[in-house]
């Protein structure tokens, strides 16, 4: 299984970025495809999860209104859509895929991506 993710990059405060995750091997429709993120000195968060071709999806509570999760009909690629963004959103992103505990935020996942940057400036 590999997860790629792309669309990360500089933007500035409000502006909106997309975020995709390629993923071979794997197309689990059952369980949690998701994106994290890591600021520096700061522990890893979810921030958005998806399962079952989007009919659940969650959100943590800093980017509701704002991000938006969504897969493909084949559930091998998953984007998050970022508007409106803040510098607080400043972080490298990850994604993520089957849950081990099946807490979408828990960051006990089986797989990871290796990240894309997203910087936002004031």
């Known amino acids: 299984v590999q997860l790629v993710e792309s669309g990360g990059g500089s933007v500035q405060e409000g502006g909106s970025l997309r975020l995709s995750c390629a993923a071979s091997?794997?197309?689990?429709?059952?369980?949690?495809m998701a994106w994290f993120r890591q600021a520096p000195e700061k522990e890893r968060e979810g921030v958005a999860a998806?399962?079952?071709?989007?009919?659940?999806?969650n959100y943590a509570d800093s980017v509701k209104g704002r991000f938006t999760i969504s897969q493909d009909n084949a559930g091998t690629t998953v984007y998050l859509q970022m508007n409106n963004l803040k510098p607080e959103d400043t972080a490298m992103y990850y994604c993520?895929?089957?849950?081990?505990?099946?807490?979408?935020?828990?960051?006990?996942?089986?797989?990871w991506g290796r990240g894309t940057q997203v910087t936002v400036s004031s």
């Open positions: 993520a895929a089957e849950s081990r505990d099946g807490r979408w935020a828990s960051p006990e996942y089986n797989y």
């Open positions: 091997g794997y197309a689990a429709r059952r369980n949690y």
């Open positions: 998806i399962v079952a071709r989007g009919r659940v999806t």
